[in-house]
């Protein structure tokens, strides 16, 4: 007993000198520790009735909401919008300012953007009065706040219009329908494309829009009717590859089918043109957009129903996929040849002008897989087996359409799905479908075994038929009982959007409640709100990437002296295009692209930035293309420039461009020829060895200039910083006392030497 003492008195010292220093411990407790999704409960949010857009409000980098009041509120406040701002240090929502049209019509939309182009976010609301829309712009005052008075807009029909860039200037228009001026709507008249083009004056700041027809902004002489549907599934985005956002709109046809049109961004034509139109299939509810296989081109995505009901239930439904088929990417990699006609991974912005989408019933480039097919792969549990998806939600006034939702919740690349399905005892569940390789008999892959591995990017060499693996992906839902098995526990889901809390890198989920079921932490009456913390672990790596509308360099300086500069960060613009290449830890050479900010109307909740993941990596982003909306205006040599370059087979490369134009030559007037400075587009930028795991922020120069392009970039302090500064100090402080020691050890080494040879040369003399 009395030889263990001293080792227990080792013990009682370590235990004195641990335990307090847990209380000065540097480092904050993980908040979420459970390796799955986690309900995060409301985080601020517990009394309001619904998000109903994203936006950076305050110019913090992080991502802020719009509430609207419930329909169970009372009236006064249901025609109120509250902003809410982001707190990091508190990890939830504060409420920081609430606005109201002038008029008491009910809210129907809301589009945060920076119409104004002064790098402040301000806000549209759109209300309903009748059979159109009014509209009122709030003008951001750059204090978290807005102006007093709103400034009105002219009126839309009832199918809302979106934001795009018409003119190549990066400044916000909006394309629509215009109501007539007749007591009764004439659809013939109002089936007329029109252009709200920005005309916004600084100096008055009174007007906002000009009413133009689209014809102005087409290169042809006249542009097909198209009356939108309401609701549209209308977006801009890159459809042929050349990294400048094109229009997609779906238009209601007289026999009440929905039609498409996709019309290109023509640079050299000064203006859009009519690429290619089609049929929706009948049953088509909204329409999403990503790149689903991972082969650099965006493809459509949308649920098809036998039919929906009166509480916008869709019944015999299923998720359908129609991939963009062009040209492909070159594997052969740079300086490499390829047989066949490809994108090389220095030229990601070569057009495509013979792209084509296919959405027969005889299709070989769409995938359509049953619900009741997806969900029979996810448990046994009796509520999954369903045909139905929620297309609508009722406790809106008007009906929402419900899109699926599409987002890189565990960063391999591949997107997605997330949706609502709606079980035989009305129960409305979240779903999210993991995007997979083909290798077995999932849903959406052959019967037989498609020899694809699970992270191989590359299509099959023909095409497959319709549900048969076509791009090599199938999808499987998250088990019920697994780490999403929180989804499960929300019954009463009517929206769910995708999201990153907190900006940390992952994709969170946000469930918009009716109140009516049980799950989640809160439970109970009225409307609710629940995000669900992505915490599962993958080891795999992420990017986030926005385009501002080159409102101001870097910092904005306002006018009034007595205000002070602040960062544009807030500002959501609409039409930018990523494409990046990356090599995978096998070697292999994958390319990607990823639009920003494509849809705004009817609640569509999409983040302001593009949010992709690059997939498990050991090396940075090879090729990173940036494309913006912005077309410079030209005249003369230099237009005759462009219009040789968009012919040639080519991409249009910086050194194909400096050949070509001329040394800057500046005349009686002061004009000046542009001249592309090094590394940039005219309307894109290339990128190369981006850091993973950062944000990257692009500031294209504003017309009518060309300018320079300004990037930053900004890194995401992971949980591991603290760990490798710890470990940094400890290494050196290790290293110190070695070298202390051997310099110590050599000190008292010389000195005997010296010792003794001073005493051998006094021997000696002796």
Not at 85 to 102: E, G, L, R, V
Not at 280 to 300: E, I, Q
Request: net charge negative.
């Amino acid at each position: 007993m009395l030889k263990l003492a001293p080792l227990g008195s080792i013990f009682l010292i370590i235990n004195a000198v641990i335990i307090p220093s847990r209380a000065v411990w540097p480092f904050p407790s993980k908040r979420f520790t459970a390796n799955a999704f986690l309900d995060a409960q409301a985080l601020g949010l517990d009394d309001v009735g619904r998000i109903v857009a994203f936006g950076d409000f305050d110019g913090d980098q992080f991502l802020d909401v719009v509430t609207l009041a419930a329909p169970t509120a009372p009236a006064s406040e249901q025609n109120l919008l509250h902003i809410y701002t982001w707190s990091h240090s508190d990890f939830q929502f504060y409420k920081n300012s609430t606005i109201a049209p002038p008029n008491s019509n009910r809210i129907v939309n809301v589009v945060p953007a920076d119409f104004t182009h002064d790098g402040k976010l301000d806000l549209l609301v759109m209300t309903s009065a009748g059979s159109k829309l009014d509209m009122w712009l709030f003008v951001g005052d750059g204090a978290q706040g807005f102006e007093a008075a709103p400034v009105s807009i002219p009126s839309s029909t009832i199918a809302q219009p979106i934001p795009l860039d018409v003119n190549g200037n990066l400044r916000l228009d909006m394309i629509g329908n215009v109501p007539t001026s007749r007591s009764t709507p004439n659809p013939s008249e109002e089936s007329a494309l029109m252009v709200w083009s920005n005309v916004w004056d600084s100096t008055n700041g009174t007007s906002l829009f000009e009413i133009v027809p689209f014809e102005q902004a087409t290169s042809s002489s006249a542009a097909p009717k198209c009356r939108l549907g309401s609701p549209h599934s209308s977006a801009i985005l890159d459809f042929d590859g050349d990294c400048l956002a094109d229009l997609f709109l779906t238009c209601q046809e007289p026999d009440d089918r929905i039609s498409y049109h996709i019309w290109l961004n023509d640079p050299a034509g000064g203006g859009f043109r009519l690429g290619q139109t089609g049929m929706l299939p009948k049953g088509a509810g909204m329409v999403s957009f990503a790149d689903m296989d991972r082969d650099g081109t965006v493809d459509m995505v949308f649920p098809v129903c036998e039919s929906v009901d009166s509480n916008g239930v869709g019944h015999e439904c299923s998720i359908n996929v129609a991939y963009n088929k062009q040209m492909g990417f070159c594997t052969a990699g740079i300086g490499g040849k390829d047989k066949e006609d490809c994108r090389r991974p220095d030229g990601l912005c070569k057009p495509d002008p013979n792209f084509k989408f296919d959405l027969s019933e005889t299709s070989e480039i769409m995938m359509s897989i049953p619900v009741i097919t997806l969900l029979r792969y996810s448990s046994t549990l009796p509520e999954t087996k369903t045909t139905s998806l929620l297309m609508y939600d009722t406790t809106h006034n008007p009906p929402l359409p419900l899109p699926l939702k599409l987002g890189d919740a565990d960063l391999d690349g591949f997107p997605e799905i997330l949706f609502i399905s709606v079980t035989p005892d009305d129960a409305r569940v979240p779903k999210l479908a993991w995007n997979i390789g083909c290798t077995v008999n999932e849903p959406g892959c052959p019967p037989q075994q498609l020899q694809v591995e699970r992270d191989d990017v590359a299509p099959p060499s023909k095409p497959v038929k319709s549900g048969s693996g076509v791009g090599g992906r199938g999808f499987v839902i998250a088990s019920a009982v697994g780490d999403a098995s929180v989804l499960a526990t929300f019954r009463d889901a009517r929206s769910v959007s995708f999201l990153d809390l907190d900006e940390d890198g992952t994709l969170d989920i946000l469930i918009q409640r009716s109140g009516t079921g049980t799950g989640g932490s809160g439970t109970g009456n009225g409307q609710k709100v629940n995000f669900v913390q992505n915490n599962v672990f993958h080891d795999a790596f992420f990017m986030k990437a926005i385009v501002l509308n080159g409102a101001c360099g870097g910092m904005c300086t306002p006018k009034d002296p007595h205000k002070g500069a602040y960062h544009p960060f807030g500002v959501s613009y609409s039409g930018a295009t990523f494409k990046y290449t990356i090599l995978d830890t096998s070697g292999k050479r994958s390319a990607a692209q990823i639009p920003q900010l494509p849809q705004t109307s009817y609640h569509a909740l999409q983040m302001p930035y593009s949010f992709f993941g690059l997939g498990r990596t050991n090396n940075y982003i090879e090729n990173l293309f940036v494309g913006s909306t912005r077309r410079v205006q030209k005249t003369g040599a230099t237009a005759m420039l462009e219009r040789d370059l968009s012919q040639e087979e080519a991409p249009r490369t910086l050194e194909v461009f400096q050949q070509r134009v001329a040394p800057p030559t500046t005349s009686d007037n002061s004009s000046t020829t542009p001249v592309i400075p090094s590394g940039e587009g005219i309307h894109y930028i290339s990128m190369e060895g981006v850091i993973p795991n950062s944000k990257v922020v692009i500031i294209p120069p504003n017309i009518p200039g060309f300018g320079e392009w300004r990037r930053e970039l900004y890194l995401r302090p992971g949980e591991w910083i603290p760990w490798v500064t710890v470990t940094l100090v400890v290494a050196t402080a290790i290293l110190g006392i070695i070298v202390y020691a051997f310099h110590w050890n050599e000190k008292r080494e010389d000195e005997l030497e010296r010792r003794r040879a001073l005493h051998s040369i006094n021997f000696d003399a002796l």
